[in-house]
């Protein structure tokens, strides 16, 4: 039912589809700076819930939350060569503050490595104050010649992680930790995005990291998206911000380091692991309403119906909204399902006379026929269901269009629709330099069994290939 | 006990006692960038639970948060002159990004009201899209020349709410329920401070505003903190920015806009609101450790019951935290204190032999000895106390400070300890410029009973008068 002409159909042409979800969804605007973004309310609902869930997470994990300054003087990011050749072209600097031109002009942060390095060196004196587990929700600044709402924008809103250790064992498994009890445990429970866990060849590594672990979702148009980070730095970092700590035999020792993040652009990839013709798609987890209680028609008797249901949904502990009778139904389910409510509960006099009304689910159009004082015990489970039925969805999807190949053009070929896997000693340099002649990339590298290994050089390893965001 | 010599006393010097507090109770650092600031994990800590506490208050009141971007070409800023002149000197502008300069330099926000303006301008069709309740949580900018942690920083933190309403009633009525309902009962019920609320004269308005209502806390010295103010912005906003809707009659007609702000700088008023020449005292709703459980010393037998009290505490929902016993007791006592952790639970081997434990109370250094039996809820109890107490406290500290006077002479001299209170038609014009060549300002209107007047033409007010931060 509905949805006919409102979008642009995902087979016709997937970014197109992905634009008029963002808009008709009433997700996010473009904001009146080229790059920049509006976040609307209901967009932002959906990333507060996103934030919660991973902030508890990162609580859990032992990191403290903490924040520093927008501004950074354009000194620190030549402490670090490699580091700021990964960001120069990206950079917005303030030349003018105050109503006078600045001596030394301030970079808006792209990142804030670089003054965190500098705090840490300050903050750490002895092993007493390690590990030092610190992260920030912020804002941050990378100037994107073409921008997507929330998959590439100018500023976006994302949190950092950076801790600092004094073995390379501990902060090996501190990040691993995030990557796995944070962002994976995030993924799969809240968003029900099943991802290819594994590392970064080399050649994709973030700047200074040693290892870089990576989350690669697949989007229902079968390019991967890159869902989080963690990244080991070694003593890279500590060297260039100089972060040592004194251990317990008295002496100096260099620190090491870890970063980790997750971004706004975790919105865009719930809409596009999910989302269909007819618009969003929202696990119960995340979405901001879970139910909408729908009158078929403006009638006190239905309204009276819908606002007891509404009382006992909530009560119930369920995200409920009523949507009251007027306008035309058709119109009002459309835009419902546009955004992507995980359940539909329509009350229409007919039915509410035999003592039913009828639940529909987003994500299969399943329809049940409920007697009206089951509703809440029903729709609280059902819940349940449909988050764990779209996670199941998701992983048969990524597993369908998962292509198992044995040579580069095999690849190439494969990533026309959906990801290929081919042994990792196929690849190497050469392999990579092809493949990305054709706009593919490796996007990690994992063990024959799907697990996360501790570098390139461990034998027998497959590389996960696509085209991405 | 302790605390000596560790903090300047707040007689001898009020400003250097905060600044010793704020880096004592590692709240903040500077940042590297002149007038910025580094908000450490103890001071984020109670900002988050602020904002956690405004935010549910916000929600309660019906708006939504939403999320618009940190930049703003220039060009909005001059559409309404008279904004503009309020900010200009202030303004931190980016001139080059992407490796260019930019055609048009774009402007770090100092608030956002201008972009907000926009949107609601093409969000808003009909009377059925009011009232727009949006809010923000957002970073902004305002060059300070001397800047003073959390009291005025280049870089603060804070919320900023916009709305947009079909008649002045209306907008009226809200920026007073956010005033009332939100600023009012969190500073009250959570900070446990107790401020004047009123209007502030003409001359105080925030530029464009028909009325600007003020919560005026006391600190400690005397001097007067504004904590939050609301904004009824009549038609100038909505005119400048062609914020219009079509009534029930078909026509288009212009809104009614309202906005309210609070920010870190209440992490400084509540340092200021309570604090003594041992550091921090905090109300135990905001406090992010309530209580904290001491071993006297290091010793299998005292840390076993630390461990199960803290645990217990745990259990009946206090948020706790342990101290072990290595390190001198009286230093521990000491940073505790400077913390402001509201209950110390002392755990000692001679009264443990006893089933008993020693609870002392920050605010008050009243102790009690508590059968370990009931531990758990002699300090959930006692934690409502104190927070009532402090509330008490703080009321009384104001009311004997606040000296009712007769003339502006008399009222100079009284701001020298505390507030003035002053029939307002005693004041004028006239008398604002004398206050003001005393560095002594009129921050609110009242009607005599302590009720916000409609606006300063009542009759009968009094005015408020005080030096402030």
Redesign the interface.
Known sequence: MAGQNVLTPQSEDFPKWYQDVVAKAEMA?N???RG??????YG??I??RMQAEIDARIKRAGA??????????QS?LSREAEHVEGF????????????EELAE??V?RPTSET?IG??MA?WIQSYRDLPLL?NQW??V?R?E?RPRLFLRS??F?WQEGHTAHATAADASAYAMKIHVEVYNDFLERVLAVPTYLGIKPPSERFAGATNTMTCEGMMRDGKALQMATSHELGQNFATAFEIYYQNEEGQAALCFTTSWGSSTRLVGGLIMAHGDDDGLVLPPHVAPIQAVVLAVRDDDEVNAACQSLSDALEAADVRVTRDHGRGSFGRRVTDWEIKGVPLRIEVGPRDLAQGLVTVVRRDTREKLTVAITDVAATVAALLETVQSDMFAAARRFRDENTHDVATLDEAVEAVQNGFARLAWDRVGAEGEARLKSEAVTVRCLQRRDGSIPADESEPDLVAIVAKSY
């Not at 403290?64 to 003087?73: G, V």
């Not at 120069?88 to 109503?99: I, K, M, Q, R």
């Open positions: 605007d904001g009146p700076v920049t973004m509006v976040i609307r309310p932002y609902s990333w507060e403290q939350n903490a924040y520093f300054p927008l501004f950074i003087p620190y120069s072209p990206e950079l917005a600097v303030v030349t003018h503050a105050g109503g002009p301030v808006v003054v500098e705090f300050k610190l912020a804002n600044v100037w010649l100018s500023e809103l």
